[in-house]
């Protein structure tokens, strides 16, 4: 008789069912993880980016202990901790030999089965191969959900070419936007700003160390340069999918500074670019997905070492029966920051 599990699994935003199904069996190449914390991701709320693959079982911030291990499988052992990367390139394709390893087909289509949200997860061969990762003892398991996106705000702030002593623009505090002002700290960034839409966000913004933070429906640009010497800011990374937020940005780049365009924006949605105004004042405009193996390692030394303090962004704590509940937190993005799903 097959062992069963319980799995929080998403219909849409307003519809998230605590179901039983099986655990899944593994191959003589692959692990059984117990779930001890999994983070909700904002993307995870996006339903224009979930609806099309709905149901299934989402969940990928997660962190847990080897419950049982293939008989082919030599480097973990049943008891360690870890955390499992979802996504994992393939290291052979001109992506990612040129070193754009998250633009790799690979990456893009690997995961593990079911999903974070259950209390156990199967990890195929190429994840166990390139994807799990021992967490140190300084590490906790509601620290190491916070791995993943780390690792994607590290990628960022690299393709960005943040340089120390940089004034440093974030528009949308989220967890991903609080994520890229710490550690725009933590790498001597020289003031760094936010900017968002609820007074609730601000407030953790300038707890966490922003030397200003301002609603985004103020007279933006005039409080940055009056926060800033009179200038705007070398980079600005754009936090939110929101379409204001892009045109905001290139209002307050600075002559010369760059722009990251970091969160999703929604696919069909144009926004115009004033393309003078980038050409004249020589504006670099990019953009980052996911992380790869080796910012999923240096993110996880930054925890460690506590270069990047993370477990006062924990706002919620949920068991798997209340997942629901933590998707409308987040989506309704005021009280709550990182919401934490444990069994």
Not at 6 to 34: M, Q
Not at 297 to 314: F, G, H, K, P, Y
Request: charged residues 20%.
């Amino acid at each position: 008789m097959k062992r069963t599990m319980k799995c929080a699994r998403y219909y849409n935003n307003r519809d998230i069912r605590l179901e039983e199904i099986a655990v899944p069996e593994i191959g003589d190449d692959e692990l059984l993880v117990k779930m001890h914390a999994c983070g909700i991701c904002g993307s995870d709320v996006l339903e224009w980016y979930r609806l099309k693959k709905a149901p299934l079982v989402l969940g990928h911030e997660m962190t847990g202990e080897i419950a049982r291990t293939g008989s082919k499988v030599n480097d973990y052992h049943t008891g360690d901790r870890v955390f499992v990367s979802h996504h994992v390139p393939c290291n052979t394709c001109r992506y990612c030999l040129s070193g754009h390893h998250t633009l790799c087909d690979t990456l893009r289509s690997t995961n593990f089965d079911p999903g974070g949200f259950a209390e156990f997860i199967r990890v195929p061969p190429i994840n166990v191969d390139r994807g799990v990762f021992l967490l140190p003892d300084e590490v906790s398991y509601e620290q190491g959900t916070f791995i993943e996106p780390l690792a994607c705000v590290l990628r960022g702030q690299k393709i960005a070419h943040l340089q120390p002593g940089q004034s440093v623009f974030i528009l949308g505090a989220g967890i991903s936007g609080l994520l890229h002002l710490k550690l725009a700290m933590a790498l001597g960034a020289g003031s760094v700003f936010v900017a968002d839409i609820h007074k609730e966000r601000l407030d953790f913004a300038e707890n966490f160390g922003a030397k200003a933070a301002f609603l985004s429906d103020d007279d933006v640009c005039e409080q940055l340069k009056d926060s800033n010497a009179g200038h705007l800011a070398d980079l600005v990374i754009v936090a939110t999918g929101s379409g204001e937020a892009m045109r905001m940005s290139w209002k307050t780049v600075e002559r010369g500074g760059s722009i990251l365009i970091f969160a999703p924006p929604q696919p069909g949605i144009d926004i115009p670019i004033p393309l003078f105004d980038l050409w004249q004042d020589g504006i670099t405009v990019t953009t980052t997905y996911a992380g790869a193996p080796s910012d999923i390692a240096q993110a996880i030394e930054l925890i460690r070492s506590r270069n990047v303090v993370v477990e006062d962004m924990i706002t919620h704590r949920l068991p798997l029966a209340r997942t629901s509940e933590g998707f409308a937190l987040v989506e309704m993005a005021r009280e709550s920051l990182k919401v934490i799903i444990e069994p």
